[in-house]
């Protein structure tokens, strides 16, 4: 059968290529082709564009990209009916994707949504939306079945993609963190995986790290941005190392952790690496946000959690509040120990491993009903 896959962010490509790989072992003659990345084409996927030609963040960022958007969507609208599938599987990656659901019901073609977009978080009538637009809703978050079951749409609950990942993960006996590693304890700076990201929070990292000379820092960086990017920086910091997509391994020696708000966050606490939560932006943008937004937090461990297990610094995201808050999660801080213990709930609540597992030998029954019933129809 023909499956064609969108994700335009790193996790989504991570997420997919597993998901690819299950839905390739259930039905072995698959054919995939992709918006992704090195890791759904490693599954088997043909890949027809790369997501950092897509990740664009922002309204700003969105705005001054938006003819490019509209030519790759076109482009990608014109593939997809050029190589018409059996079914368009999403991930994540809202703005866009619903855009192509929409285009595919249109088309005829059956969607399938891997790893809902956050609608309960803001404007939560767009489940709506979804429903009318998606054929089967794959979720990772339990709260996410009752969130739809208020509008009347029954999702799959699968299990968190993330635990296969950590699961799968086996830490590198030789990993160092440079030759002054040894003997100094390890703070892992988590940036982000977009340029718009590394670019506001990395300095805000960096600057809070003057105030730990004993400790080393580390960036974790990601091949799908330019070292260039790094080099200017970093420029002013030259104790501070460089770990090259190996963020698991930086964060299994890491004593504590700056993590920008997204994916990361939720694979820090599942590592149980104490963090603090960052999202800089202006205090006007941040009441605007408070009144848009349904949830009380940003922070995948909170939104879990119900409350407040890491601290978020959003408007107030400066040096000096970094460089306190750090302390107080450091060993020896007065945070550090309620955070571990909280992180065994959150822990909990995600569950075990099997996610992409269950969402590909499901994806493949539901395609194979969908075939039969397209051909007795034909």
């Not at 996927?45 to 509209?70: C, D, W």
């Not at 994540?92 to 285009?103: P, V």
Request: hydrophobic letters at 45%; a positive charge.
């Amino acid at each position: 059968m023909r499956y064609y896959f969108i994700a335009g962010e790193r996790s989504g490509d991570l997420h997919g290529g597993n998901l690819i790989r299950s839905i390739r072992q259930h039905d072995p003659d698959a054919q995939c082709r992709a918006y992704g990345g090195e890791q759904m084409q490693e599954a088997g996927a043909t890949l027809v564009r790369h997501y950092r030609q897509m990740a664009f963040m922002g309204f700003i960022e969105v705005a001054k990209n938006l003819g490019t958007i509209r030519r790759i969507m076109r482009e990608c609208q014109a593939d997809l009916l050029a190589n018409r599938p059996d079914v368009l599987v999403l991930i994540d990656y809202a703005g866009f994707n619903l855009r192509m659901a929409r285009f595919a019901k249109k088309h005829g073609i059956p969607v399938f949504y891997y790893i809902s977009p956050k609608v309960w978080a803001w404007n939560q009538k767009r489940a709506l939306t979804i429903k009318a637009l998606v054929d089967r809703l794959f979720v990772i978050f339990p709260f996410e079945v009752d969130f739809f079951k208020q509008y009347d749409y029954e999702v799959e609950y699968v299990g968190n993609p993330l635990m296969d990942a950590l699961t799968a993960f086996r830490p590198n006996p030789n990993f160092a963190i440079g030759p002054r590693h040894l003997g100094r304890p390890v703070v892992a700076l988590l940036p982000g995986s977009r340029k718009q990201e590394v670019e506001n929070m990395l300095p805000v990292m960096l600057e809070a790290s003057r105030q730990f000379p004993k400790y080393q820092f580390a960036v974790g960086t990601v091949d799908n941005l330019p070292r260039a990017l790094y080099d200017r920086l970093l420029a002013n910091y030259p104790d501070v190392k460089r770990v090259e997509d190996a963020a698991y391994d930086l964060l299994h020696v890491a004593e504590a952790a700056l993590v920008t708000s997204g994916t990361a966050t939720l694979e820090t606490a599942l590592l149980n690496v104490p963090e603090v939560v960052l999202y800089k932006t202006p205090r006007w943008w941040y009441e605007i946000g408070k009144r848009i937004l349904a949830v009380p937090y940003l922070s995948l461990v909170n939104l879990i959690a119900g409350r407040l297990v890491v601290r978020e610094l959003i408007y107030d995201c400066t040096p000096t509040r970094v460089a306190d808050e750090l302390r107080a999660i450091l060993v020896g801080g007065n945070r550090r120990e309620a955070i571990l213990r909280d992180y065994a709930e959150v822990q909990q609540k995600v569950g075990g491993p099997g996610a992409s597992e269950r969402a590909g030998q499901r994806m493949v029954e539901l395609v194979k009903l969908y075939v039969i019933h397209a051909t007795r129809h034909a």
